[in-house]
Protein backbone atom coordinates (compact mmCIF):
# COMPACT_ATOMS: atom_id res chain seq x y z
CA UNK A 1 0.00 0.00 0.00
CA UNK A 2 1.43 2.93 -1.06
CA UNK A 3 0.79 6.13 1.42
CA UNK A 4 1.65 9.62 0.20
CA UNK A 5 2.40 12.11 2.76
CA UNK A 6 3.16 16.09 1.94
CA UNK A 7 4.61 18.64 3.86
CA UNK A 8 6.27 22.57 4.21
CA UNK A 9 2.81 24.26 3.71
CA UNK A 10 2.27 27.26 5.68
CA UNK A 11 1.22 30.82 5.68
CA UNK A 12 3.55 33.39 4.04
CA UNK A 13 3.69 36.85 2.48
CA UNK A 14 3.38 37.63 -1.92
CA UNK A 15 7.31 36.99 -2.54
CA UNK A 16 8.30 34.41 -0.16
CA UNK A 17 9.39 30.99 -0.81
CA UNK A 18 8.02 27.94 -0.09
CA UNK A 19 9.33 23.93 -0.39
CA UNK A 20 6.88 21.45 -0.26
CA UNK A 21 7.58 17.99 0.55
CA UNK A 22 5.84 14.74 -0.77
CA UNK A 23 7.17 11.72 1.26
CA UNK A 24 6.34 8.00 0.34
CA UNK A 25 6.17 5.15 2.55
CA UNK A 26 5.91 1.36 1.41
CA UNK A 27 7.10 1.59 -2.03
CA UNK A 28 10.60 2.15 -3.67
CA UNK A 29 9.81 5.73 -4.79
CA UNK A 30 12.52 5.87 -7.40
CA UNK A 31 10.07 4.04 -9.33
CA UNK A 32 7.21 6.66 -9.20
CA UNK A 33 6.08 9.70 -11.46
CA UNK A 34 4.82 12.38 -8.98
CA UNK A 35 2.40 15.29 -9.99
CA UNK A 36 1.82 17.82 -7.87
CA UNK A 37 -1.60 19.48 -8.42
CA UNK A 38 -3.50 22.24 -6.23
CA UNK A 39 -7.03 23.11 -5.80
CA UNK A 40 -7.80 26.77 -4.71
CA UNK A 41 -10.81 27.85 -2.31
CA UNK A 42 -14.10 27.22 -4.50
CA UNK A 43 -12.28 26.24 -7.90
CA UNK A 44 -11.16 22.51 -9.68
CA UNK A 45 -8.27 20.91 -8.50
CA UNK A 46 -5.35 21.60 -11.22
CA UNK A 47 -2.23 20.83 -12.42
CA UNK A 48 0.53 22.34 -11.15
CA UNK A 49 3.84 20.06 -12.25
CA UNK A 50 4.99 16.88 -12.68
CA UNK A 51 8.28 14.92 -12.78
CA UNK A 52 9.01 11.64 -14.73
CA UNK A 53 9.83 8.26 -12.59
CA UNK A 54 13.69 8.45 -14.20
CA UNK A 55 15.40 10.89 -16.15
CA UNK A 56 14.42 15.03 -15.90
CA UNK A 57 11.53 15.11 -17.78
CA UNK A 58 9.20 17.89 -16.21
CA UNK A 59 5.95 19.79 -16.62
CA UNK A 60 4.86 22.70 -15.61
CA UNK A 61 1.32 24.70 -15.76
CA UNK A 62 1.83 28.05 -17.37
CA UNK A 63 0.63 29.60 -14.21
CA UNK A 64 4.08 28.58 -12.12
CA UNK A 65 6.70 28.06 -14.81
CA UNK A 66 9.64 30.03 -13.94
CA UNK A 67 8.65 30.08 -10.16
CA UNK A 68 7.86 26.29 -8.87
CA UNK A 69 10.60 23.58 -9.69
CA UNK A 70 9.98 20.04 -9.43
CA UNK A 71 12.70 17.34 -7.77
CA UNK A 72 13.38 14.26 -6.70
CA UNK A 73 15.90 12.86 -4.10
CA UNK A 74 15.68 8.94 -4.73
CA UNK A 75 17.52 8.60 -1.37
CA UNK A 76 15.18 10.07 0.75
CA UNK A 77 12.34 8.93 -1.06
CA UNK A 78 10.60 12.00 -1.38
CA UNK A 79 9.57 14.48 -3.76
CA UNK A 80 9.73 18.65 -4.00
CA UNK A 81 8.39 21.23 -5.18
CA UNK A 82 10.28 24.52 -4.50
CA UNK A 83 8.16 27.28 -4.73
CA UNK A 84 9.68 31.16 -5.27
CA UNK A 85 7.84 34.43 -5.80
CA UNK A 86 4.59 33.33 -4.16
CA UNK A 87 1.53 34.79 -5.48
CA UNK A 88 -1.80 35.43 -3.80
CA UNK A 89 -3.11 33.21 -7.05
CA UNK A 90 -0.80 30.35 -5.71
CA UNK A 91 -3.41 29.95 -1.79
CA UNK A 92 -4.62 26.22 -2.52
CA UNK A 93 -4.69 23.26 -1.07
CA UNK A 94 -1.57 20.93 -2.27
CA UNK A 95 -1.62 17.91 -3.79
CA UNK A 96 1.05 15.22 -4.44
CA UNK A 97 0.02 12.26 -6.50
CA UNK A 98 1.94 9.19 -8.12
CA UNK A 99 2.02 6.62 -10.90
CA UNK A 100 4.76 3.73 -11.04
CA UNK A 101 6.71 3.96 -13.94
CA UNK A 102 4.61 7.00 -15.10
CA UNK A 103 5.45 9.89 -17.19
CA UNK A 104 4.68 13.89 -16.53
CA UNK A 105 0.85 13.63 -16.65
CA UNK A 106 -0.76 16.66 -16.37
CA UNK A 107 -4.29 14.39 -16.08
CA UNK A 108 -5.22 13.73 -12.13
CA UNK A 109 -6.47 10.42 -13.78
CA UNK A 110 -3.31 9.24 -15.00
CA UNK A 111 -2.18 8.89 -11.04
CA UNK A 112 -2.89 6.07 -8.70
CA UNK A 113 -2.12 7.52 -5.49
CA UNK A 114 -2.64 10.77 -3.83
CA UNK A 115 -1.91 12.78 -0.62
CA UNK A 116 -4.12 14.17 1.96
CA UNK A 117 -2.74 17.62 0.84
CA UNK A 118 -1.23 20.21 2.77
CA UNK A 119 -2.49 24.20 3.10
CA UNK A 120 -0.56 27.31 1.12
CA UNK A 121 -1.71 30.50 2.06
CA UNK A 122 0.07 33.62 0.43
CA UNK A 123 -0.89 36.82 1.58
CA UNK A 124 -0.86 40.06 -0.46
Known amino acids: QVQLVESGGGLVQAGDSLRLSCAAS????????VGWFRQPPGKEREFVAA????????AYAESVKGRFTISRDNFQNTKYLQMNNLKPEDTAVYYCAAKQFGAPFRSPEEYSYWGQGTQVTVSS
Open 51 to 58: IKWRGDTT
Open 26 to 33: GVTFSTYA
